[in-house]
């Protein structure tokens, strides 16, 4: 990976800090420290042929020629493969066939900092001129070219061929703002004290990304290399790796997946609408039981329901949410100097929890064990093990009990945990109507909602994300899946009951559109047409007719909806008449006639 970081992090008064000061003796300017770092590195490259891998390579220079900077156009170069590149110095390349060399020649050259450490007598590489050198080695040269290349290729005319590469950022690589002191001749000591955790560690999941570790892409069996450890001993961070059991993949299977880590699938969800509310039901089998791609983990923790008066994000509104009764656990870093907590694995569950830390012969049934009696003031200890220190604190609101602490409710709360998850190995009994898994369906009903204008409600999954690397968790689309509906009026049910007409009258000087009773979501629409005039409580299958106080029949609307749509209930009429004209004031009659015969009568009366 090529990486590249300012040369000490911009130290101010001696110390780090993200705060923005004014520096009135060396910069007259407003400046900050710069302890992070960036690197670029090749997620893939193809074979040049026959199996055969390609040649890295990379190589730097200083961009000076050495007419216009003597002593300064130089760059890292092997004794053994020196090429004179006619311009009287060792850098910049210039001409195709001295650019080609450079590109081609297996070179991997030492990181800038070392350049002053390379002797005269050095057998690898030659010497750098001297205060090239102390300048590269200590402040960086200030034009200096980087190359990474791969090859060669033989690419016929008009053919192409891709690289995939990664360009990834790394917080706090600087962490003595005295380690400068030890440059230019003390370059190892220098380099020890860079801390790559986070470089790395992005750059790892970049790989991870790109070929998820574990997965069998193709289907040919091999999901990648592996190694098995004894976590007993030595527990595995498997934030870029794939964990099954004792089993750690930490390649993939060569096939790119371009996959990240992602929420769990959002829930399949019904919408019906009750008097003055909506019911929502959803079943939540594959959100709490897919694997996420990246770890390998069942991930859930909850679910959220929104309800808004239309789809987008910022009109949706939490009403509901579940989540899963887990906590972090915060272990003692260890350094003395200050004293610092980290998370190091998922959220444990207060059952897992109480059979690790609880109390007793049986401590997976100390019910007293109460992880949040421990705090970084009063951590819990392991006797015998006084650098065992850590205290745990609730992932999420951990509002878990169905009916108390959420207001959604289990619809089968006696429904023993499946045997299976495929519902055709399942007896019938443990199946919902519509064939899902009785234990994961779950309601909420929406209440105090106005049964004129429609609703929209969307159900969400998200994960816990990854407490170790400061991820928090990933929740699916709020829009994405979002379905309407309109509540029912007074005490109601859906296709039962009067139908009733609003608003009666109508009225054109009145701002319905305001209301939301008519043109939402078309803002571009002029008001003269987006006019509507609504039908509630309908039949799923009905026949509107709107007649003239003369009989004349004015318009003719067919509702034929599945009952099972949620606004199967609802039908609008836009006040154009059959005949393609906007409808004149005046008393109208209007009969819905359902598909057995029946049919009810009403008036209506049109201000325009």
């Not at 350049?115 to 402040?139: F, K, N």
């Not at 309800?307 to 987008?312: A, H």
């Not at 443990?430 to 009785?438: F, H, M």
């Given at each position: 990976?090529?990486?590249?970081?300012?040369?000490?992090?911009?130290?101010?008064?001696?110390?780090y800090?993200?705060?923005?000061?004014?520096?009135?003796?060396?910069?007259?300017?407003?400046?900050?420290?710069?302890?992070?770092?960036?690197?670029?590195?090749?997620l893939?490259?193809p074979?040049?042929?026959?199996?055969?891998?390609?040649y890295?390579?990379?190589?730097?220079?200083?961009?000076?020629?050495?007419?216009?900077?003597?002593?300064?156009?130089?760059?890292p170069?092997?004794?053994?493969?020196?090429?004179?590149?006619?311009?009287?110095?060792?850098?910049?390349?210039?001409?195709?066939?001295?650019?080609?060399?450079?590109?081609?020649?297996?070179?991997i050259?030492?990181?800038?900092?070392?350049?002053?450490?390379?002797?005269?007598?050095?057998?690898?590489?030659?010497?750098?001129?001297?205060?090239?050198?102390?300048?590269?080695?200590?402040?960086?040269?200030?034009?200096?070219?980087?190359?990474?290349?791969?090859?060669p290729?033989?690419?016929?005319?008009?053919?192409?061929?891709?690289?995939?590469?990664?360009?990834v950022?790394?917080?706090?690589?600087?962490?003595?703002?005295?380690?400068?002191?030890l440059?230019p001749?003390?370059?190892r000591?220098?380099?020890?004290?860079?801390?790559?955790?986070?470089?790395?560690?992005?750059?790892?999941w970049?790989?991870?990304i790109?070929d998820?570790?574990?997965?069998?892409t193709?289907?040919?069996?091999?999901?990648?290399?592996?190694?098995?450890?004894?976590?007993s001993v030595?527990?595995v961070?498997?934030?870029?790796?794939?964990?099954?059991?004792?089993?750690?993949?930490y390649?993939?299977d060569?096939?790119?997946d371009?996959?990240?880590?992602?929420?769990?699938?959002?829930?399949d969800f019904?919408?019906?609408?009750?008097?003055?509310?909506?019911?929502?039901r959803?079943n939540?089998?594959?959100?709490?039981?897919?694997t996420?791609?990246?770890?390998?983990?069942?991930?859930?923790?909850?679910?959220?329901?929104y309800?808004?008066?239309?789809?987008?994000?910022a009109?949706?509104?939490?009403?509901?949410?579940?989540?899963?009764?887990n906590?972090?656990?915060?272990?003692?870093?260890g350094?003395?100097?200050?004293?610092?907590?980290d998370?190091?694995?998922?959220?444990?569950?207060?059952?897992?929890?109480r059979?690790l830390?609880g109390?007793?012969?049986?401590?997976?049934?100390?019910?007293?064990?109460?992880?949040?009696?421990?705090?970084?003031?009063?951590?819990?200890?392991?006797?015998?093990?006084?650098?065992?220190?850590?205290?745990?604190?609730?992932?999420?609101?951990?509002?878990?009990?169905?009916g108390?602490?959420?207001?959604?409710?289990?619809?089968?709360?006696?429904?023993?945990?499946?045997?299976?998850?495929?519902?055709?190995?399942?007896?019938?009994e443990?199946?919902?109507?519509?064939?899902?898994?009785?234990y994961?369906?779950?309601e909420?009903?929406?209440?105090?909602?106005?049964?004129t204008?429609?609703?929209?409600v969307?159900?969400?999954?998200?994960?816990?994300?990854?407490?170790?690397?400061g991820?928090?968790?990933f929740?699916?689309?709020?829009?994405?899946?979002?379905?309407?509906?309109?509540?029912?009026g007074g005490?109601?049910?859906?296709?039962?009951?009067?139908?009733?007409?609003?608003?009666?009258?109508?009225?054109q000087?009145?701002?319905?559109?305001?209301?939301?009773?008519?043109?939402?979501?078309?803002?571009?629409?002029?008001?003269y047409?987006?006019?509507?005039?609504h039908?509630?409580?309908?039949?799923?299958?009905c026949?509107?007719?709107?007649?003239?106080?003369?009989?004349?029949l004015?318009?003719?609307?067919?509702?034929?909806?599945?009952?099972?749509?949620?606004?199967?209930?609802h039908d609008?009429?836009?006040?154009?008449?059959?005949n393609?004209?906007?409808?004149?004031?005046?008393?109208?009659?209007?009969?819905?006639?359902?598909?057995?015969g029946?049919t009810?009568?009403?008036k209506?009366?049109?201000?325009?």
């Open positions: 990976m090529v990486w590249a970081a300012d040369n000490d992090g911009d130290p101010i008064d001696g110390e800090t993200d705060e923005i000061v004014f520096d009135h003796e060396v910069w007259n300017d407003w400046i900050k420290s710069c302890t992070h770092g960036n690197g670029l590195f090749f893939d490259y074979d040049i042929g026959a199996g055969e891998p390609p890295i390579s990379y190589n730097w220079w200083s961009m000076y020629l050495e007419e216009y900077l003597p002593g300064y156009d130089f760059g170069r092997h004794r053994q493969d020196f090429r004179d590149f006619n311009t009287g110095g060792t850098g910049q390349p210039l001409g195709d066939v001295n650019k080609y060399h450079v590109l081609s020649n297996g070179e050259d030492y990181d800038m900092v070392y350049a002053a450490t390379i002797p005269p007598d050095d057998p690898t590489w030659l010497s750098p001129p001297g205060e090239a050198a102390l300048l590269a080695s200590t402040m960086g040269l200030p034009r200096a070219g980087n190359l990474l290349s791969v090859g290729y033989d690419l016929p005319p008009g053919s192409s061929i891709r690289f995939p590469f990664a360009l950022g790394g917080e706090g690589l600087h962490t003595d703002p005295t380690n400068a002191d440059l001749y003390n370059a000591g220098f380099m020890k004290k860079l801390d790559f955790t986070d470089l790395i560690g992005n750059a790892m970049a790989r991870a790109y998820n570790p574990g997965v069998d193709d289907g040919d069996g091999y999901a990648g290399e592996f190694g098995v450890c004894d976590q030595s527990p961070d498997s934030a870029w790796m794939r964990v099954r059991g004792d089993t750690v993949f390649t993939g060569g096939v790119p371009w996959r990240g880590a992602v929420p769990p699938p959002a829930p019904w919408l019906t609408p009750v008097p003055n509310g909506i019911q929502v959803f939540g089998t594959r959100s709490e039981t897919q996420d791609a990246i770890s390998g983990l069942v991930d859930f923790e909850g679910y959220r329901v309800c808004g008066l239309d789809q987008r994000a009109s949706l509104s939490l009403v509901a949410a579940y989540d899963r009764h906590y972090d656990k915060f272990v003692w870093s350094e003395l100097e200050v004293t610092r907590f998370v190091l694995e998922v959220p444990f569950s207060l059952d897992s929890l059979c830390y109390a007793g012969t049986d401590p997976c049934s100390d019910g007293a064990f109460d992880p949040l009696a421990y705090t970084p003031s009063s951590p819990y200890k392991i006797e015998g093990f006084l650098d065992s220190l850590f205290y745990f604190m609730a992932h999420g609101h951990n509002a878990s009990e169905w108390v602490t959420t207001p959604i409710v289990k619809v089968y709360p006696d429904e023993p945990y499946p045997a299976s998850f495929d519902p055709d190995s399942l007896p019938p443990a199946l919902t109507p519509e064939g899902n898994l009785k994961f369906e779950y909420f009903t929406i209440e105090n909602l106005l049964p204008v429609p609703y929209w969307s159900v969400t999954a998200l994960d816990f994300g990854a407490p170790a690397m991820a928090a968790g929740e699916t689309s709020v829009t994405s899946g979002a379905k309407s509906v309109y509540p029912l005490s109601q049910v859906a296709g039962d009951g009067d139908v009733y007409v609003y608003p009666n009258p109508y009225r000087d009145e701002s319905y559109r305001d209301h939301g009773l008519e043109g939402r979501m078309e803002p571009d629409r002029p008001d047409r987006v006019r509507e005039v039908f509630g409580n309908l039949p799923p299958r026949t509107i007719s709107i007649f003239s106080l003369d009989g004349d004015v318009r003719r609307l067919e509702h034929d909806m599945d009952p099972s749509d949620p606004n199967c209930s609008s009429w836009n006040l154009i008449t059959r393609t004209q906007l409808v004149v004031s005046g008393l109208y009659y209007w009969v819905v006639e359902a598909e057995d029946s009810q009568m009403g209506l009366v049109i201000i325009m």
